[in-house]
Each structure stands twice: as C-alpha cells, then as structure tokens.
C-alpha cells in the first residue's frame, strides 16, 4: 500500500532554503495538485504545530506534518520531500528536520498500513541513511517499493 500512496509524483527533493511552514506547504503541494487536499489542510497542519508544539517530530530529523480529515482531506495520500537544507521546526535548533512525510487521512483508520509500513523503513537505519542521501526521487521510490 505504501508504495502505491508514495510513487515518484508525491516524492520531492529541494536544495532551497526554507522556513519550516514554507516545508510543510512545499510538502504538501503534490497532494494539492492531485486534489487530494484543499488549501485549508495545508494552514490546518502548520495550525496545528503553532497550537500543540512539535508534536510532528517524530524521530531523528523526520517531520510527519497532519491535521483531522474534516479539516480539508479529500482523499487518503502521503507525500514526502527531502531537503538538503535542514529547518528548524518552530525556529528551535534542538528541532533539526530535513525529512518531511505529509499525510492527508480522510479517516481514523486507512492510513494504519501505510504508516505501519513507512515507520518500518523509517526505523530501518540503513534504509533510513539511504533516503537522507537520495540524489533523485527515483532512488526514494526504489528504497519505498523494496519493502
């Protein structure tokens, strides 16, 4: 399931230098391009990190940016940007990311096995290493498909 959410439209790498919210808009854009979000889910997840804090980081340099599925979900899908500059989530140093995951669930359970699957790479770190230094997206999808 994961590889048929995260094929090579929905995976970004950016040299830019960007602010946290610019990489939770620029993580999301595929999903808004394939009418799988609205402009509103998009202020909803970066809402949400102003609101609750950081609760987005969920593990070395990784971001999985989300808001409820009321809030402008249209359709289940995941998209991923890598970047080669890191940003700080909320302007904190101690909050270092360059992996951003965003996911758009239209309910509370659809999403599980994409993200069980996701969380297993993630947790990989050989796989883990492998995607922090892609060069292209294609080399993203591959690690994606092998599992």
């Given at each position: ?52 804090g ?45 992996l951003?995951v ?46």
């Open positions: 399931m994961l590889s048929e959410l995260l094929t090579q439209d929905y995976i970004q790498i950016s040299q830019e230098k960007l602010t946290w919210e610019e990489a939770i808009r620029l993580s999301a854009q595929p999903l808004l391009t394939k009418g799988k979000i609205t402009d509103s889910y998009i202020e909803a997840m970066i809402n949400k990190v102003k609101e609750f950081p609760f987005i980081h969920i593990g070395e340099e990784i971001a999985l940016p989300h808001a409820r599925p009321e809030e402008g979900v249209k359709e289940l899908g995941l998209a991923m940007l890598l970047l080669e500059q890191p940003v700080y989530l909320l302007d904190d140093p101690e909050r270092e990311i360059r951003f965003c996911l758009a669930a239209n309910d509370n359970t659809a999403h599980l096995q994409a993200l069980s699957s996701l969380t297993k790479i993630l947790s990989d770190k050989k796989k883990l290493t492998a995607i922090m230094t892609a060069d292209t997206v294609e080399d993203i999808t591959n690690i994606i498909r092998e599992n």
